[in-house]
């Protein structure tokens, strides 16, 4: 479980996050949504200890993200962030052998090995796995980032926007491994997704951002209407009955 | 686990021959490649020092006097070890811990505080200064100076609101940029023997370097290159970059900080030791990465620091037995890595 208490973030100026005050449930997938600028990365890297906040604080599964020490908490929580340039020429294996470092400190057991095995085959790159980063197309080196962070075994995975640049093949196969870690590994994910329609079909929970604040929050089917769409989103948006579940119609 | 993990085609692929290990040389080709690589820069820093100590000696090789001339270019050799190691360590830990692969320590002010500091001595105290800037307790003093103005850069730089290296290396050119017009103004006003005598000075030259400073430089070296070593899998991980490194449970700026600090320890006592050798660590850097050809450092360390000393060694070599020119070995060198610096850039088309 993630508890946000007056989580805070003030940028100088009129931008600022929060006071946010919420809680992200264990198992399954929680999706932030929101308009541009909402804050969900923001809130995100926060969780994630990526960026530090002014009030308020983070636990995740009861351990505080500020005081906590920050190797302890590489075991308990992974953040992925949008952007990951890597000066490094890394194999696909090499990369997800990184995963492992908060355990093994760089020095790989029988038992790291096969953690990094089972990690890149469920993310189906057992074929790529002694490619180099820079041989992969988007998708296949998005999958490989999230195989790594997988690697790491934590009860917590943040991802900030995976399906960023991927087509509608990938994205879809990208959320069905999510899911499949969700359930089968059990894992606790939370990520940060711009199609309401992927969050409605694949996330357990959503939460809507706006304006550094958390405005709504809950299953799909409460949060997928016309009028909690309209409000968070600030564009006129229809709900309709699709085949698999509820579609929002922004166009 | 479930079927639905194993898509069909992984399913049907053919069982493995060799076990999958992650390891930093992935294939049997690149072990093999590495281990030649090794092989033939030992085999070459081992044949350019004995050509150091045995070309043109006009004893027999074995007799008490060859080795007493050996003995005397001995000195020498062993200062292109020392500034090989500095030069190597400190290059490639400061790509890692700054995240890029064009920028050397170079850049943030050394050399120009080197040569500011020796341009100083000359101006202000005339050609008696330049002995001035000699001894063990002016070696100390300007190894203390160096480590110190780069340290409170980059405490004051990482600690504060601009806590980006992108500032900090603009501030470095800037005041690289800054001591060497200062540096050139001073030397305007030289009269043509003073600036001759400095020249003589600034031009990286181990046969300049004085013997006495070794038996501190070596110790602190070792020190800091071992601290380095010691953290190899550390900085594995900083090359991966801040959000990374947080993430896998290290505390990125106490890792850059403590780079820092020891690059700028090694750079120190390299260029008070021999002077400016501007492109030297960008040429072994960048030399070692291709040909070690793997991100892991405890690889990467070796055989750049072989690479610089068969650099050094060789160019001394050539200058020494072919040009007759022994005093400016970093003219080759320059020559050399500034060339690999254009092709390098040109061929990859951005920094």
Same mark, same amino acid.
């Given at each position: 479980?993630?508890?946000?208490?007056?989580?805070?973030?003030?940028?100088?100026?009129?931008?600022?996050?929060?006071?946010?005050?919420?809680?992200?449930?264990? &198992?399954?997938?929680?999706?932030?949504?929101?308009?541009?600028? $909402?804050?969900?990365?923001?809130?995100?890297?926060?969780?994630?200890?990526?960026?530090?906040?002014?009030?308020? $604080?983070?636990?995740?599964?009861?351990?505080?993200?500020?005081?906590?020490?920050?190797?302890?908490?590489?075991?308990?929580?992974?953040?992925?962030?949008? *952007?990951?340039?890597?000066?490094?020429?890394?194999?696909?294996?090499?990369?997800?052998?990184?995963?492992?470092?908060?355990?093994?400190? &760089?020095?790989?057991?029988?038992?790291?090995?096969?953690?990094?095995?089972?990690?890149?085959?469920?993310?189906?790159?057992?074929?790529?796995?002694?490619?180099?980063?820079?041989?992969?197309?988007?998708?296949?080196?998005?999958?490989?980032?999230?195989?790594?962070?997988?690697?790491?075994?934590?009860?917590?995975?943040?991802?900030?926007?995976?399906?960023?640049?991927?087509?509608?093949?990938?994205?879809?196969?990208?959320?069905?491994?999510?899911?499949?870690?969700?359930?089968?590994?059990?894992?606790?994910?939370?990520?940060?997704?711009?199609?309401?329609?992927?969050?409605?079909?694949?996330?357990?929970?959503?939460?809507?951002?706006?304006?550094?604040?958390?405005?709504?929050?809950?299953?799909?089917?409460?949060?997928?209407?016309?009028?909690?769409?309209?409000?968070?989103? *600030?564009?006129?948006?229809?709900?309709?009955? &699709?085949?698999?579940?509820?579609?929002?119609?922004?166009? | 686990?479930?079927?639905?993990?194993?898509?069909?085609?992984?399913?049907?692929?053919?069982?493995?021959?060799?076990?999958?290990?992650?390891?930093?040389?992935?294939?049997?080709?690149?072990?093999?490649?590495?281990?030649?690589?090794?092989?033939?820069?030992?085999?070459?820093?081992?044949?350019?020092?004995?050509?150091?100590?045995?070309?043109?000696?006009?004893?027999?090789?074995?007799?008490?006097?060859?080795?007493?001339?050996?003995?005397?270019?001995?000195?020498?050799?062993?200062?292109?070890?020392?500034?090989?190691?500095?030069?190597?360590?400190? =290059?490639?830990?400061?790509?890692?811990? =700054?995240?890029?692969?064009?920028?050397?320590?170079?850049?943030?002010?050394?050399?120009?505080?080197?040569?500011?500091?020796?341009?100083?001595?000359?101006?202000?105290?005339?050609?008696?200064?330049?002995?001035?800037?000699?001894?063990?307790?002016?070696?100390?003093?300007?190894?203390?100076?160096?480590?110190?103005?780069?340290?409170?850069?980059?405490?004051?730089?990482?600690?504060?609101?601009?806590?980006?290296?992108?500032?900090?290396?603009?501030?470095?050119?800037?005041?690289?940029?800054?001591?060497?017009?200062?540096?050139?103004?001073?030397?305007?006003?030289?009269?043509?023997?003073?600036?001759?005598?400095?020249?003589?000075?600034?031009?990286?030259?181990?046969?300049?370097?004085?013997? %006495?400073?070794?038996?501190?430089?070596?110790?602190?070296?070792?020190?800091?290159?071992?601290?380095?070593?010691?953290?190899?899998?550390?900085?594995?991980?900083?090359?991966?970059?801040?959000?990374?490194?947080?993430?896998?449970?290290?505390?990125?700026?106490?890792?850059?900080?403590?780079?820092?600090?020891?690059?700028?320890?090694?750079?120190?006592?390299?260029?008070?030791?021999?002077?400016?050798?501007?492109?030297?660590?960008?040429?072994?850097?960048?030399?070692?990465?291709?040909?070690?050809?793997?991100?892991?450092?405890?690889?990467?360390?070796?055989?750049?620091?072989?690479?610089?000393?068969?650099?050094?060694?060789? %160019?001394?070599?050539?200058?020494?037995?072919?040009?007759?020119?022994?005093?400016?070995?970093?003219?080759?060198?320059?020559?050399?890595?500034? %060339?690999?610096?254009?092709?390098?850039?040109?061929?990859?088309?951005?920094?």
């Amino acid at each position: 479980m993630i508890t946000l208490n007056e989580v805070g973030k003030s940028y100088g100026g009129d931008v600022e996050i929060g006071p946010v005050s919420f809680e992200i449930p264990t &198992g399954g997938i929680t999706a932030l949504v929101g308009p541009n600028g $909402a804050g969900k990365s923001t809130l995100l890297t926060m969780i994630g200890r990526l960026l530090g906040l002014d009030t308020g $604080a983070i636990e995740v599964a009861g351990y505080d993200v500020a005081s906590t020490s920050s190797k302890d908490l590489a075991k308990i929580v992974s953040i992925l962030r949008q *952007e990951n340039h890597f000066t490094a020429r890394l194999t696909v294996r090499q990369l997800v052998g990184f995963g492992r470092f908060p355990h093994s400190k &760089g020095r790989l057991t029988t038992v790291d090995e096969e953690v990094i095995s089972r990690s890149i085959d469920f993310l189906n790159l057992g074929d790529l796995e002694g490619r180099y980063l820079d041989q992969l197309s988007g998708g296949q080196r998005q999958r490989a980032y999230v195989a790594m962070v997988l690697a790491q075994d934590t009860g917590h995975v943040l991802l900030d926007e995976p399906l960023n640049n991927l087509d509608m093949r990938h994205s879809v196969q990208m959320m069905q491994h999510l899911r499949r870690a969700a359930e089968d590994l059990g894992r606790t994910i939370v990520v940060v997704i711009h199609d309401i329609n992927f969050a409605a079909h694949y996330a357990d929970h959503i939460c809507a951002v706006k304006d550094g604040k958390v405005v709504e929050f809950g299953t799909p089917g409460q949060i997928m209407t016309d009028a909690v769409l309209t409000r968070v989103f *600030e564009t006129p948006v229809q709900v309709i009955q &699709g085949p698999q579940g509820p579609l929002a119609v922004y166009y | 686990m479930p079927e639905t993990m194993a898509p069909p085609h992984t399913a049907a692929a053919p069982a493995r021959t060799t076990p999958r290990r992650s390891g930093a040389l992935p294939t049997a080709r690149s072990r093999r490649r590495y281990r030649f690589v090794l092989a033939a820069l030992v085999v070459l820093a081992v044949g350019f020092g004995w050509g150091l100590l045995a070309w043109d000696n006009p004893m027999p090789p074995g007799t008490p006097g060859f080795w007493r001339i050996a003995e005397l270019r001995g000195t020498s050799v062993v200062v292109m070890l020392v500034v090989a190691f500095c030069q190597a360590m400190a =290059t490639v830990s400061f790509q890692t811990v =700054t995240n890029n692969r064009i920028i050397t320590p170079s850049i943030m002010g050394f050399e120009s505080l080197y040569v500011a500091v020796q341009t100083a001595a000359v101006f202000f105290l005339g050609a008696a200064g330049v002995t001035a800037v000699q001894g063990i307790p002016q070696f100390i003093l300007q190894v203390l100076i160096m480590v110190g103005l780069s340290v409170a850069l980059y405490g004051w730089l990482l600690s504060g609101r601009y806590g980006n290296l992108q500032v900090m290396l603009l501030i470095g050119i800037i005041i690289g940029g800054g001591l060497g017009s200062v540096s050139t103004f001073m030397q305007r006003l030289l009269s043509p023997s003073e600036f001759d005598i400095l020249t003589a000075r600034l031009f990286g030259s181990v046969s300049n370097a004085d013997a %006495s400073y070794l038996p501190i430089a070596i110790p602190v070296c070792a020190a800091a290159g071992g601290l380095l070593w010691a953290h190899s899998r550390r900085l594995d991980v900083v090359a991966l970059g801040r959000d990374t490194t947080v993430n896998l449970g290290l505390n990125h700026r106490a890792e850059v900080m403590r780079g820092l600090f020891l690059v700028s320890l090694l750079m120190a006592v390299s260029t008070a030791l021999v002077g400016p050798m501007t492109f030297l660590g960008f040429l072994v850097a960048t030399l070692a990465y291709q040909l070690a050809d793997t991100h892991d450092h405890r690889l990467v360390f070796p055989v750049a620091v072989l690479i610089g000393f068969v650099v050094l060694a060789g %160019s001394y070599f050539i200058m020494k037995n072919v040009f007759y020119a022994q005093g400016v070995v970093s003219i080759i060198i320059e020559v050399a890595g500034g %060339s690999l610096f254009l092709y390098f850039i040109l061929r990859k088309g951005r920094l």
